[in-house]
């Protein structure tokens, strides 16, 4: 498979792109007057019925894209995830439920905006807090590009609804992608960097700095990158802690995140006799705003917990 | 946005059989009797509450009545007759809230309507719906592009006499407990959508007052009657007496009735 140098705004372009030229069930909506950043240019390779500007829509965008799905299309449309809550999030809860109770498909992608802005401070709490307790809703985070390249188009594929958390601080990251379609089987959580002593479990943009915080103690410590939050991959999961005994959490979100606590009752349940030390974790909420400095504070503290939790 | 009001509709369709008039009696019984069984099943019995959504009854078996085997219905399942109505056809109904539901319909109707089936989506509210702006935002989307989606709304009382930009209602509509009007206006507001011109809205007010308790009880097993103090506005009641004075043999309505009752009451999950 050859490989590509590109930033994660052009991967997740080309994946809706790809897939809208493979399926013409697959279509681009969005709420008219709201530039995307990614979208750009699919309006001149398609036709108005596959790039759709709804107007007005800005509170039902998402309600009329299940109701597309519905009637056998794939929408993928776009919201802010501050605006998710007051854009439609409960008629997204009701066709998950829908899917998931009675098997209806209803094939429908959500790109949720999140992450930080250039300033540094965060546009939103995590839109995964309020996501993960929706039942039949699956839920994917990139954190390369070659990722939000294939865990999109895996997506798009899926029967039922799906939430990509598109983090737009990441949008200039370059990675190498597959060309030509590319998919990555969903729950698979990744070994990112091989350890025998603690794992670190991160996702999204905190898979960066717990690499870097991992590769700098040179420790003996796994990173593992969950990439799908909903469903979970437990065996994945279970297989890295139940190895190495120790197991770190690293949140973009607040301590007690709808993820964090998932995957803390996940250990708790199934490998608690594996564990040598209480499961921790880092948020990185509040660590240095500044965008100067936030790499390197972040990374300092997610190695403070890393020491702490190997000295347990 | 089209609006179909009562001075249309209030001249019910001469084209309607006696086996269409009975068809919208067991509708509406049907549903009466599968919540009257749900309640049954789990120990609710004395809950009055349906009492209340008893217009819904008539607004449903007629709304539905409306629609071809290749329609869409997307409704609140607390219109329940409609839902029984299109067992075979299908239906979109595990929502919850109305305000939520019409962008969905809306929604569904601009994916038939990319199609060029010629598919209508009906889809049903009550009036605490009206005041959501998801329910004005997918309204003026569905009348901007002349979307194929039809509105049906319970009303408690009578609308103003003159709407407003915002809710574009006219004081008259269809009564609430007549499934034969609200069948035909219904049916009209379909006509209109499926030839391209557009969503309509249909009101449907309920003019009789709501009873305080419920007039219909189980009597012995696989039977379903009402009561001798019954509600006397009892939609069910008030169409199986219109029938009978209608000409319709008294022996198919009871038969209509008793088939509903025998096969819902002897459900047993």
Redesign the interface.
């Known amino acids: 498979v050859s490989v590509t140098k590109i930033n994660q705004r052009d991967a997740i372009n080309e994946a809706i792109r790809l897939e809208m030229g493979r399926d013409p069930r697959v279509i681009c909506v969005h709420a008219a007057g709201v530039e995307s950043q990614v979208t750009h240019g699919l309006d001149q390779l398609f036709d108005a019925d596959r790039v759709i500007a709804l107007d007005p829509a800005e509170r039902t965008v998402v309600g009329m894209a299940a109701g597309m799905a519905l009637e056998g299309l794939t929408p993928v449309c776009e919201v802010a995830a501050d605006e998710l809550a007051s854009r439609g999030l409960d008629q997204l809860a009701e066709a998950a439920e829908l899917h998931q109770r009675e098997g209806t498909p209803v094939p429908m992608v959500v790109r949720v905006l999140c992450g930080r802005s250039p300033d540094g401070q965060p546009d939103s709490d995590g839109p995964e807090r309020w996501l993960l307790p929706i039942p039949g809703l699956g839920i994917v985070a990139p954190a390369t590009a070659s990722d939000a390249k294939g865990l999109l188009t895996t997506a798009i594929r899926n029967p039922g609804p799906f939430c990509f958390l598109e983090q737009v601080d990441m949008y200039d990251t370059v990675g190498s992608v597959p060309a030509g379609g590319h998919v990555v089987p969903v729950p698979e959580a990744r070994i990112v960097l091989e350890g025998t002593r603690a794992t670190v479990i991160a996702y999204g943009s905190s898979l960066a700095p717990a690499v870097q915080a991992a590769a700098e103690l040179d420790a003996g410590i796994e990173v593992l990158d969950l990439r799908t939050l909903q469903p979970l991959d437990d065996d994945g999961i279970l297989e890295s802690v139940c190895r190495t005994g120790k197991a770190l959490l690293v949140d973009e979100t607040a301590l007690l995140s709808a993820v964090a606590r998932l995957v803390t009752a996940t250990i708790w349940d199934a490998a608690f006799e594996h564990l040598d030390a209480p499961v921790r974790r880092v948020s990185l909420a509040g660590v240095a705003s500044d965008p100067e400095d936030r790499l390197a504070a972040r990374v300092a503290a997610i190695k403070d917990g890393c020491d702490e939790l190997l000295a347990y | 946005m089209q609006i179909v009001a009562s001075g249309v509709v209030r001249e019910h369709a001469a084209s309607l059989t006696a086996r269409d008039r009975i068809e919208l009696l067991r509708a509406m019984m049907l549903a009466r009797a599968t919540e009257q069984r749900a309640r049954t099943l789990d120990g609710r019995e004395d809950d009055a509450a349906p009492a209340a959504r008893r217009h819904r009854e008539p607004i449903g078996a007629g709304a539905a009545a409306a629609l071809r085997p290749q329609d ?1 219905l ?1 409704a609140p399942e607390r219109f329940l007759a409609a839902h029984l109505s299109r067992e075979e056809a299908g239906s ?1 109904g ?4 109305a305000p ?1 539901l ?11 309507d ?1 199609r060029g089936s010629g598919t209508v989506v009906l889809t049903l509210a009550d009036e605490g719906a009206m005041p959501s ?2 329910w004005s ?2 309204l ?2 569905a009348t ?1 592009r002349r979307l194929p989606v039809v509105l049906v709304v319970e009303r408690d009382r009578p609308m103003p006499a003159a709407g407003s930009a915002d809710q574009p209602l006219l004081g008259e509509a269809v009564d609430a407990d007549d499934p034969e009007a609200v069948l035909t206006a219904v049916r009209a507001a379909v006509d209109r959508a499926r030839a391209a011109k557009g969503p309509a809205l249909v009101t449907c007010v309920a003019r009789t007052p709501r009873p305080a308790k419920a007039g219909w009880r189980r009597g012995t097993e696989g039977q379903i009657r009402p009561t001798r103090d019954g509600d006397p506005h009892d939609p069910i009641d008030r169409y199986a007496r219109r029938l009978l004075r209608s000409g319709v043999p008294r022996q198919e309505i009871e038969a209509a009735l008793r088939s509903v009752g025998e096969g819902v009451m002897s459900w047993r999950p």
């Not at chain 2, 595990?94 to 809230?97: E, I, Q, V």
């Open positions: 869409r997307v979109t595990r929502f919850s809230s939520d019409v962008p969905i319909a809306v929604g569904v109707a601009f994916a038939v990319a702006e998801r935002e997918a003026a989307l901007a």
